[in-house]
């Protein structure tokens, strides 16, 4: 019962690891249901992956503000949490 | 859409007076990513502000994008505001023809910088921004 529990502790430490490693969501690699879950509505996660496709990869985070319905309450809330960066 | 850019992690703005000279300072300097039917800027503004007793003619400024190594991802040069006829391709920059167009910056007064990057001309990610005066006349 205890190595099971430690068994436990210990895969959910590596899936914690695993998820403050990858906490930044990548604005050029990011699917529509990623950036929904982030906080963007379904037409501004379009509208992002319609940017990157139009003029390539984003080349800095505030690049967002450059995409068509992009606010900049939204802008404040996410930037913090993605990145371009590979 | 227009934002104020504020200092963000990643992201510096380094405006320098012109050593050589201390005859402008670079105040308000503000960067930010534009969408021009399409095209996409990444463009620096500044007010360019006379600190000296005579007129200038024209201000020369550098912009360099870096990577976050420190190397150098995209850069170039142009004048305020009211020099931006030197700017144009043809012929070298300040020659008596252009300086005539000039609009010159009396002392004390302000005038602006606005310089812009096509993000087809950067090409690859960058961290830092840098804006130095290279040249007053």
Not at chain 1, 30 to 44: D, I, M, N, R
């Amino acid at each position: 019962m205890v190595r099971r529990g430690v068994a436990v502790l210990l895969l959910l430490s590596v899936v914690a690891g695993t998820v403050l490693a990858a906490d930044k969501l990548n604005l050029n690699t990011a699917t529509k249901e990623q950036l929904v879950a982030l906080g963007f509505t379904e037409s501004q996660a379009l509208q992002v992956i319609a940017h990157r496709d139009k003029s390539g990869p984003f080349l800095q985070v505030e690049e967002l503000l450059a995409v068509p319905q992009m606010k900049k309450d939204l802008f404040e809330a996410v930037h913090d949490r993605v990145t371009v960066d590979e | 859409m227009m934002w104020r850019a504020t200092l963000t992690a990643g992201l510096l703005v380094l405006a320098t007076a012109a050593a050589a000279a201390d005859r402008v300072v670079l105040e308000n300097v503000k960067w930010e990513w534009q969408n021009a039917y399409g095209v996409i800027l990444y463009t620096i503004v500044a007010d360019v502000k006379n600190v000296s007793a005579v007129p200038v003619e024209y201000v020369r400024v550098k912009v360099e994008l870096r990577d976050k190594n420190g190397n150098l991802v995209a850069e170039r040069s142009g004048y305020n505001v009211g020099a931006e006829v030197l700017d144009e391709p043809t012929g070298s920059g300040a020659n008596a023809g252009r300086l005539r167009q000039v609009k010159p910056i009396g002392p004390g007064a302000i005038d602006h910088l606005r310089l812009s990057f096509d993000k087809t001309d950067i090409g690859k990610p960058f961290h830092s921004t840098s804006v130095a005066v290279v040249e007053v006349h």
